[in-house]
């Protein structure tokens, strides 16, 4: 699909939405985009803010600048779903896009000197870890431990916790009683230690004028 065809086929896609808008009232818009507001903000005092890991590192605070340019184009479209707030929707959509792209490409760009720079000194290290990071891409880690009931446990505090009682039981044990020659396993069997009978007749076998040992 061409940038044309995709162009004019999001542009049908917003003038369509549009004017499905045109049959709703602006009170009952804008009704809804309050209560959404109201429930996303009682939300965030109740349970918190919890902030999501960005997996793209370019993503900076001019990027979320033109994110709330296009929510603001969005909602004006929403409330006066006109022609000009249309255009405007979709001008303000291109310019984010071209915006991200550019970003995406000077961080690359940036990413990819690096490794030619380490392969220059010889940084073998980096060098491998860029390489590395460029053929696997973004995987998010799953940091997870059992308790001792047995339960999963994911929190950050509680898996430190965890890990903390694990090694002090493990390294600080108290009352350690004293190992036997019982006690003790080895990977060969245990010999018996030979007899006297035992070591004259290994002496008797012997030959005469031979040193004892390998020649």
Known sequence: ????????????????????????????????????????????????????????????????????????????????????????????????TRHFRNKNKAYMRAKI????????????????KGISDFKKG?????????DEKGDLVADSHSIVARWRNYFSQLFNVHGVKDVGQADIHTAEPLVPEPSASEVELAIDKLKSHKSPGID
């Open 138 to 146: 973004y995987q998010p880690g799953c940091n997870i431990v059992k």
């Open 1 to 96: 699909m061409s940038r044309y065809v995709w162009a004019l086929s999001v542009k049908l896609h917003i003038q369509g939405a549009a004017i499905v808008c045109q049959d709703i009232p602006i009170a009952v818009l804008t009704i809804r985009v309050e209560r959404k507001k109201q429930i996303t903000e009682s939300a965030k005092e109740s349970l918190g803010l919890h902030e999501l890991k960005q997996n793209k590192p370019w993503f900076d605070e001019e990027c979320l600048g033109f994110l709330d340019r296009r929510k603001q184009a969005k909602m004006q479209w929403i409330q006066d779903p006109s022609q000009n707030n249309v255009d405007n929707l979709n001008n303000v959509r291109r310019e984010v």
């Open 113 to 128: 000197e690096e490794l030619e720079t380490n392969n220059k000194i010889q940084n073998i290290r980096d060098l491998y």
